[in-house]
């Protein structure tokens, strides 16, 4: 039994991914990729067909709450898991993100194609502004500071003028199509793959800066801020690069959300949002890509499955947080052991 | 923003505010003892706070059978039923306070888990009290029998000193004075602030850390649920999902003073009642959380460790 506690997955498959040469490892990327694209065509096939979720539409639940959280997720491990601060107010760029497609699609016609960038750099602005103060502070300051940021967005949303207060923004137009691929009410299945195409362009972006030197001074600042500091590593700047990059991804997975909801309220960005995407980061193993991605799609999707549990749904899901953290503390796919040890020290 | 109303309503707003930071200060007394000894947010105690407003309410209503049309009560019977729910909710939220220590935190800590584990179990805990409570009592919200007469010692200035007002600044204040005798005092007391020093050197000096954590846990869960009895009589209402503002702001008013600390606890639980108070009575009650926030930022900017936090305040390895 131990044995099997003890086990790592994401080690064992690191030795397996390190034996193979670049064609085979070519050949399994796009392999899984495939697969994963088949997702919506699941419940259609035989033996996947338990995947189905039996009230919510499942192909709507790939798109939100699965592939959203995944998107989240990664991007908050950015922060929280590669340079170890710890963020409660994850939801605010998400939520900045919505409300720039929101507003710039009704009020000035824009596209979200045309949104996306300027979506992105409001999260971007928004992450500096908040991270210029909170940054100076460490461990727990830090997380009051950033989760009293997440609800100061919400009461923002609910009280100016122009965001339509509790009752949110309607109306917001879905995508344009590109290249002749439709994202309109019926085009669910062209939203997850839109979904997917941004969670591999971030998982790629997140692999180029681990072995960069932003990863590096990121993984200093982890293990110990004060020798990172002192070896010359700049730690404000590579905290803040960290927290706007995370808050870019949120910025960018809140437009998509957005368009494709074609609603939204205050309601949908509390602070169980924050605290939800936080759990997919530390269940699924802080601070490795997959694991991050593998907890995001269980706690995204669980939820949804076991909807016919109508009020007790919630509370196994609570439940499953807790005998999975007692298992497993270090998540499904822990991060390598050698900084497993470096971890318990900072985060 | 209406800056006539301090002028006019000064007396009164500042009474007010005493009231509900003195009840924000016990609440923070979960978080902040706990803190001073694991270094982890204790996230469960909004929930805490929550079921003792239930178990204030159920003692009145099931057991002792009043009902919300019940007139108030007196004399030796009001007494008798004071103290009960008081008692009531101070022990059922140190039972909760405790068990959430023994599922959530023992086995991580046993295993040397990692800080933020912690705090997922800690939130998974938190989930489950929740959704139970809102299964049971089918999400509505209650309101408690009004049994205390609210009657007024006397008005000064427009400051009302209604008794349940008084309730919630006396109540607290010996809570305070007893609990700071008691960890300045008493070995157990002595024994925890060791803790929250050291845990290393504690241990080497023969202190039980589990018993001294399991401790911490139940003294924050008392005072929690002390707080839950003076909401209740002030406020007179609750549901399922009252304990997350009430945790929010006590966690909030613990950082303000400077986390780990009883004065801390104390004076940022004040401060925390008086700000929003005048910040709802000035630019209205939609912003007094984002008013809060920024003040939090701005102390926090000027010194990093809180109104009356320690010097060397570093995460602890």
């Known amino acids: ?8 997955l994401r080690d064992a498959g690191a030795g397996i991914w390190a034996g193979w040469n670049r064609p085979t490892r070519t050949v ?8 994963v694209g088949l997702l919506p065509f699941a419940p259609s096939w035989g033996p996947t067909s338990f995947l189905n979720t039996p009230i919510a539409s499942y192909i709507d639940v790939l798109v939100f709450p699965v592939g959203m959280f995944v998107l989240m997720a990664l991007g908050l491990n950015i922060v929280v898991g590669k340079s170890g601060l710890l963020d409660l107010g994850y939801v605010a760029f998400f939520a900045i993100g919505a409300y720039s497609q929101a507003l710039l699609s009704t009020l000035l016609g824009w596209n979200t194609w045309e949104i996306l960038p300027v979506g992105i750099a409001l999260a971007m602005v928004s992450g500096v502004i908040l991270g210029l103060p909170a940054l100076r502070l460490r461990g727990d300051y830090l997380a009051i ?21 509790p009752n949110g923004i309607p109306g917001i137009p879905n995508p344009p199509s590109v290249l002749g691929i439709k994202f309109g009410l019926m085009d669910s299945n062209n939203f997850f793959w839109l979904v997917l195409f941004m969670i591999i362009l971030v998982v790629w972006m997140i692999r180029r800066f681990t072995v960069r030197r932003p990863g590096r001074a990121w993984e200093a600042i982890r293990q110990d801020e004060d020798v990172a500091e002192l070896m010359g590593v700049k730690t404000l700047v590579y905290k803040l690069w960290s927290f706007v990059i995370g808050a870019a991804v949120g910025g960018a997975a809140g437009v998509i ?48 499955r076991i909807r016919f549990l109508t009020d007790a749904r919630q509370l196994v899901f609570g439940l499953v947080l807790i005998i999975m953290m007692n298992l497993r503390p270090d998540g499904l796919l822990p991060r390598k052991k050698r900084e497993k040890i470096e971890a318990k020290r900072t985060i | 923003m209406n800056f006539s109303v301090i002028q006019s ?26 803190y001073g000894v694991l270094r982890l ?19 009145q209503t099931n057991i002792m059978g009043y009902t919300n049309m019940s007139q108030p009560i007196h004399g030796a019977k009001l007494w008798f039923t004071m103290i009960a729910s008081l008692l009531a909710s101070m022990i059922v939220a140190a039972i909760i306070a405790v068990l959430v220590e023994v599922v959530a935190y023992r086995r991580l800590r046993a295993k040397g888990a990692n800080r933020l584990a912690s705090l997922i179990s800690a939130i998974g805990v938190s989930i489950v009290l929740l959704e139970g409570m809102s299964i049971i009592t089918g999400a509505q919200p209650r309101s408690a029998p009004r049994l205390l007469e609210k009657w007024s010692f006397g008005e000064i200035a427009g400051a009302n000193f209604r008794i349940d007002t008084m309730m919630a600044i006396v109540i607290p204040i010996i809570i305070f004075v007893f609990l700071n005798r008691f960890v300045t005092k008493t070995r157990l007391g002595k024994s925890i602030r060791a803790v929250s020093m050291s845990e290393e050197n504690s241990k080497l000096m023969g ?7 399991t401790y911490t846990f139940l003294i924050g869960g008392l005072t929690t649920g002390a707080a839950a009895f003076l909401f209740m009589t002030v406020y007179e209402n609750t549901v399922f999902f009252i304990g997350f503002n009430m945790g929010i702001a006590a966690f909030t008013a613990a950082v303000l003073g400077g986390i780990g600390n009883l004065r801390g606890a104390f004076y940022g639980g004040i401060a925390l009642g008086l ?43």
């Open chain 1, 1 to 8: 039994m131990s044995k099997l506690m003890n086990f790592n």
């Open chain 1, 28 to 35: 399994f990327v796009v392999a899984f990729v495939v697969l």
């Open chain 1, 145 to 165: 500071i950033t989760l009293g940021f997440g609800e100061i967005v919400r009461i923002l949303a609910i009280n100016i003028r122009g965001t339509g207060g």
């Open chain 1, 257 to 304: 959300y957005a368009s494709k909801v074609m609603v939204i309220s205050p309601d949908m960005f509390k602070f169980e949002l924050s605290i939800l995407i936080l759990a997919c980061v530390v269940f699924g193993g802080i601070g490795n890509i997959w694991g991050v991605i593998l907890g995001a799609s269980i706690l995204a999707y669980i939820p949804e």
């Open chain 2, 9 to 34: 309503q000064f007396p009164s707003l500042l009474l007010q505010g005493l009231a509900l930071g003195l009840i924000y200060a016990l609440v923070s007394l979960g978080y902040t003892m706990v």
């Open chain 2, 41 to 59: 947010i204790n996230f469960a105690n909004s929930e805490v706070f929550m079921i003792g407003t239930f178990a204030t309410l159920y003692l």
């Open chain 2, 207 to 213: 202190i039980n850390i589990n018993r001294v954590i």
């Open chain 2, 275 to 317: 700000m929003e108070q005048f910040a709802s009575a000035v630019i209205g009650s939609a912003w007094k959380a984002v008013t809060v926030f920024v003040v939090l930022v701005v102390v926090l900017l000027f010194k990093p460790n809180g109104l009356f936090g320690e010097a060397v305040q570093q995460t602890r390895t």
